[in-house]
């Protein structure tokens, strides 16, 4: 249970209230854990504007699906997990990639395979790149400027993993068919069946 309230337009923060305004034209309504980042209208401002620069990036909306997903199951953060893997369905993600991701696997597609790599090893190593990390990232298709464009998702995502994990928003009805349990140290895997 959180103690943190998941605001809507009308109980935030008045500095928040822009923000979750925004939100709600893009999404069509307000994602649960940006209800509870409103309560701290520092992190939800900065959220967005990190999250808008990450989505007129050079990548395309599939492949940024993919890295939110691949730092979502690296962080362990089940909110975010269930959401990315209703986006990058719906972005034209193929259920087989998307079913690879949450088990901790790279998928199929050689290229988002190379971006769910190259995202996992910098969550990992904590930014500590090899020359063979950024080698093979690059000779999968993509630039060394590229490299920076996927440390700004891991960013971005960051911020909603991390406070997914500490203010645990209910998960909405809409994403419940993906819900996704961390693996459990001690206890064995605990993810889902497939797709």
Do not use: C
């Not at 998307?98 to 971006?115: Q, T, W």
């Not at 960051?158 to 459990?184: C, D, K, M």
């Amino acid at each position: 249970m959180s103690s943190y309230p998941v605001h809507t337009i009308e109980s935030a923060p008045a500095h928040s209230k822009p923000v979750l305004e925004q939100l709600q034209k893009v999404f069509g309504f307000i994602p649960n854990v940006a209800g509870a980042m409103a309560s701290s209208p520092v992190l939800i401002g900065g959220f967005v504007g990190l999250f808008q620069h990450v989505h007129s990036s050079s990548l395309t909306e599939p492949q940024i699906q993919t890295l939110l997903l691949t730092n979502a199951v690296t962080n362990a953060s089940e909110w975010a997990v269930a959401f990315h893997t209703a986006l990058a369905l719906n972005q034209g993600v193929q259920p087989a990639d998307v079913d690879a991701i949450r088990h901790g696997r790279s998928p199929g597609d050689a290229s988002l395979a190379a971006l769910s790599t190259l995202a996992r090893t910098l969550i990992e190593t904590r930014g500590h790149l090899s020359e063979t990390d950024r080698k093979r990232f690059v000779e999968a298709g993509f630039s060394a400027e590229q490299i920076l464009e996927v440390i700004a998702v891991v960013a971005a995502s960051t911020i909603t993993n991390y406070t997914g994990s500490v203010t645990r928003p209910p998960l909405e009805a809409s994403f419940q068919e993906f819900t996704w349990h961390a693996p459990s140290p001690g206890r064995g895997t605990l993810y889902p069946p497939s797709l």
